[in-house]
């Protein structure tokens, strides 16, 4: 089937049809205004439904944020906080706890854990949360510490990233989240977060992660002050590094929300960007199954949307989430299981529930505790999609 796009978009359709990979100018061509998006959002409909069917994944999940107090000051972020201020907070052992209980209470396969780097807590104190909540827990999988946070260990302990990440296998960590990427070039990075880790750092954390066996996420945040050719590097500096580690389960394209940053001139991204990317980066990113269009950020309808311009996953639950919602996200602050299978469905999708590694859950029962992990989910090597 020969599908009809703009005419400077032919090329570029014959790639995609024939399973070629695209090139640094192919992904500045998807962002050019001539292009219409719904010739774009076309294309990636293809790669995603080569890649994985009808399915849209979703999980029922938690989010865990230990303290807002951070020693960084990134100008984008509305979620830090100083020692000082009214509304900083580090939650107790028992608050961590309870947070974990409410999450198997609720039938939850996973917590997502990331929070401030607070300059008067050591890495055992970060260390001590996963282990607490994995020896109460242990069904609970443990998605923690982003490679920002990772790097900072580095420094409080002035070890390899290996060591550190071992103690925190050994503690019951289960895979890394992808935030921190935010954009990898210095262009941009020098300008809205120039002290954290930089790009060969948050690279060389994940790059070490894969070669442990641990599964990563990978993150992009646009919208600011980057134009496409910023976006279209960190793309390819991502499709690169999974070339050579296969390590990235997910990639989110995360959309900046400008409220109570230092960056609040900047209008929001439309849906209609919002769309385009999504839809750019499940055409450059052919080594990556799955992309997901996280709700929070993006509100419920451009994410159902995002169904048909690449994305695959939904995100999940999403309880207690606290750094978008501070930087002005207005969606709601958890979905029911029934809503999301419902906007999948509206979406014209079938609903998968995943756990964090893709493997689809099975409930046994109406016990919300009452579930198991069924057979994995196609991956990229088994469909046969573009390396």
Not at 98 to 123: P, S, W, Y
Not at 271 to 284: E, F, G, P
Not at 345 to 369: C, K, Q
Request: net charge negative; proline share 5%.
């Amino acid at each position: 089937m020969i599908l009809t796009v703009h005419p400077l978009l032919r090329p570029i359709r014959d790639k995609v049809e024939s399973g070629e990979r695209l090139t640094f100018d192919d992904g500045m061509l998807l962002y050019d205004e001539r292009i219409p998006l719904a010739d774009v959002g076309v294309l990636a409909n293809v790669v995603r439904e080569r890649i994985n069917g009808n399915r849209t994944y979703y999980n029922i999940n938690t989010h865990l944020n230990p303290t807002n107090v951070c020693v960084y000051r990134c100008n984008f972020c509305a979620f830090r906080s100083d020692l000082r201020s009214p509304k900083q907070y580090a939650m107790s052992d028992e608050q961590i706890l309870a947070r974990g209980r409410e999450a198997v209470d609720n039938g939850c396969t996973e917590m997502h854990i990331v929070g401030g780097l607070h300059h008067q807590k050591k890495f055992e104190w970060y260390l001590n949360i996963v282990r607490i909540l994995h020896d109460a827990y242990p069904q609970l999988h443990l998605k923690a510490w982003t490679g920002v946070e990772l790097n900072w260990f580095e420094f409080l302990e002035k070890r390899p990233i290996k060591a550190i990440l071992q103690d925190l296998l050994d503690a019951g960590l289960g895979s890394l989240p992808g935030g921190g990427a935010e954009i990898f070039h210095p262009e941009v990075r020098d300008k809205i977060c120039e002290h954290k880790a930089d790009a060969k750092n948050w690279i060389a954390i994940h790059r070490a992660a894969h070669q442990m066996g641990i599964r990563s996420n990978c993150t992009m945040l646009y919208g600011m002050i980057e134009k496409p050719y910023h976006r279209i590097d960190h793309l390819i500096r991502l499709r690169e590094l999974q070339d050579e580690t296969g390590g990235f389960q997910t990639f989110i394209p995360l959309a900046f929300h400008p409220d109570n940053t230092g960056l609040s001139d900047i209008p929001k991204p439309s849906a209609l960007v919002d769309l385009r990317t999504m839809a750019v980066s499940r055409l450059m990113l052919d080594n990556i199954a799955h992309i997901k269009a996280y709700w929070i950020m993006l509100g419920i309808g451009t994410a159902q949307l995002a169904q048909a311009f690449g994305s695959d996953d939904i995100d999940g639950t999403v309880r207690h989430e606290l750094i978008y919602h501070d930087a002005g996200a207005t969606t709601p602050e958890v979905l029911a299981v029934e809503d999301i299978r419902r906007l999948i469905v509206e979406a014209g999708r079938e609903p998968v529930e995943r756990d964090t590694l893709y493997r689809e859950v099975i409930r046994d029962g109406d016990t919300p505790s009452q579930w198991r992990v069924g057979d994995a989910v196609p991956t990229l090597t088994s469909v046969g999609a573009a390396s």
